[in-house]
């Protein structure tokens, strides 16, 4: 299983960017899926997810209300929308996929079977 994240790139503050994650060698459906970031020396840690179903996605509070989680199980795909962008956002964003993610581990990192190579994400004040 392989997946691929793009769409990083810098942006200016207050503005948007999408990131893809396209996933490769098993479908994503009945998969969770997750977005992961990890700043310059700090740890990697939970942003957003979409459960097995689909059904339960979880946000990290700093995000909420401005980061969007999407998948396109027809094209294997899971999408970040990122709006009102901060410096502090400023990251290495990684894409993760699991088979046994339970709901109450969506944000673990440690639960997620595969990963991407992750984007760098770098938001100009």
């Known amino acids: 299983v392989q997946l691929q994240a793009s769409g990083g790139g810098l942006v200016q503050a207050g503005g948007s960017l999408r990131l893809s994650c396209a996933v490769s060698?098993?479908?994503?459906?009945?998969?969770?899926v997750a977005w992961f970031r990890q700043a310059s020396g700090k740890e990697r840690e939970f942003i957003a997810a979409?459960?097995?179903?689909?059904?339960?996605?979880p946000y990290a509070d700093g995000v909420k209300g401005r980061f969007t989680i999407s998948r396109d199980n027809a094209k294997n795909t899971v999408y970040l929308q990122m709006n009102s962008l901060k410096p502090e956002d400023t990251a290495v964003y990684y894409c993760?996929?699991?088979?046994?993610?339970?709901?109450?581990?969506?944000?673990?990192?440690?639960?997620?079977?595969?990963w991407g190579q992750g984007t760098q994400v770098t938001v100009s004040s």
């Open positions: 993760a996929a699991g088979a046994r993610v339970i709901t109450s581990s969506l944000a673990t990192l440690t639960a997620y079977d595969y």
């Open positions: 979409s459960g097995r179903s689909g059904a339960s996605t």
């Open positions: 060698g098993r479908t994503i459906r009945g998969h969770a």
